[in-house]
């Protein structure tokens, strides 16, 4: 769909990046950014439908989705040395074992 392609090349990565710098300061500036995406409406096929539906009928997944994948794939990176962040001051590893049948268990210092 044509309009899925230019939104996502001339609007979403404006949205990203201002997801990434706001996103983490309150919670109603990424509710403000998610708004944007109520662009969607523009699609006159899809006009009706509820805002998640117009977003998986045009394949988008909403911004807090990408948020929270972007915050796990730069946790792993962390965590099995990809990144050169010196991970002491940011979190710990659970020491006592696993936990649910899992041994990386994250505390906050």
């Known amino acids: 769909m044509i309009f899925t392609q230019l939104y996502k090349s001339m ?62 794939i730069q946790m792993y990176k962390i965590l099995y040395g990809l990144e050169d962040i010196p991970d002491d001051n940011l979190f710990k590893l659970a020491k006592d074992g696993p936990i649910r049948d899992h041994s990386l268990k994250l505390h906050k210092p």
């Not at 997801?19 to 409406?41: C, M, N, S, Y």
């Not at 805002?51 to 972007?70: D, I, T, V």
Request: with cysteine; charged share 35%.
């Open 11 to 72: 609007v979403r990565e404006h949205l990203e990046c201002a997801d990434t710098a706001w996103g983490t300061i309150k919670k109603t500036d990424g509710k403000h950014l998610e708004k944007v995406q109520r662009a969607t409406k523009i699609v006159p096929s899809i006009r009706d439908l509820p805002y998640r539906e117009r977003l998986q009928q045009l394949k988008l997944p909403s911004l807090g989705y990408k948020r929270n994948r972007g915050d796990m």
